[in-house]
């Protein structure tokens, strides 16, 4: 099956500060990926979608200047979150999804475990 | 918007009962798809479903899709302690968003 990488797989960092995550499709070309949110017991909630070389769509509810998506490459899709608060703890992970071809299905990364001390 | 109901939240069974858990969009499909999370780890991909009315199998587990493409079911016949995990559906248009889960908790 398809590879996502994500990275890192946790983090630790202080409150006020910014965190990158990357989510990285290692053997195909991910047209659309997907940001989810999970928070312990719970489901996985849709942050934003972003296709590649356009902005990312946002759910609502959802800040996107706190939560800035890049999508630069069909490989490669980055979630930083900027001014990092304790709130903002949680479990972070990306999916992506090939168009037309291969695969059909959304493949997931590892996840990131955030915590915002 | 797209919103995709799962029930039940829970479900805890002694070993060898069957178990179901059921999904319902507010809107129609292109596919659904089956996941599994693992306490600790990432959801991970059972299956998709495309063609309205369709079941597919694998092993103990059985998959429907409604003939409406708007529910979804996912039965597993006899459970072992193995199955123990959460089972999201996904329901999948131009984005994908998960139901809340099932939890299942097998009994030895």
């Known amino acids: 099956g398809a590879v996502v990488s994500q990275h890192p797989s946790w983090v630790i960092c202080k409150s006020g500060t910014s965190v990158k995550i990357e989510c990285r499709s290692l053997?195909?070309?991910?047209?659309?990926m997907f940001w989810y949110r999970q928070f312990p017991k719970q489901s996985l909630m849709l942050m934003a979608t972003?296709?590649?070389?356009?902005?990312?769509?946002?759910e609502q509810g959802v800040e996107k200047d706190k939560f800035l998506i890049n999508h630069a490459s069909l490989t490669l899709s980055t979630l930083t979150v900027t001014s990092a608060h304790p709130e903002d703890s949680s479990f972070y992970i990306c999916?992506?999804?090939?168009?037309?071809?291969?695969?059909?299905?959304?493949?997931f990364g590892q996840g990131t475990r955030l915590t915002v001390v | 918007g797209q919103q995709v109901m799962q029930i039940p939240q829970y479900q805890h069974v002694q070993e060898g009962e069957d178990f179901t858990t059921y999904c319902n969009s507010s809107?129609?499909?292109?596919?659904i798809q089956w996941y599994k999370q693992r306490p600790g780890g990432h959801p991970v991909f059972l299956i998709q479903?495309?063609?309205?009315?369709e079941v597919k199998k694998q092993k103990r587990l059985t998959f429907q899709f409604g003939e409406a493409k708007k529910n979804s079911s996912l039965h597993i016949t006899a459970t072992q302690t193995t199955d123990v995990g959460t089972y999201f559906c996904?329901?999948?248009?131009?984005?994908?968003?998960f139901g809340a889960g099932t939890r299942l908790t097998v009994k030895p």
């Open positions: 479903l495309v063609k309205s009315g």
């Open positions: 053997d195909f070309q991910a047209t659309t």
């Open positions: 996904a329901g999948h248009n131009n984005d994908m968003r």
């Open positions: 809107t129609t499909l292109s596919n």
């Open positions: 972003s296709n590649e070389g356009s902005k990312a769509t946002y």
């Open positions: 999916s992506a999804r090939g168009e037309g071809g291969w695969p059909t299905e959304a493949f």
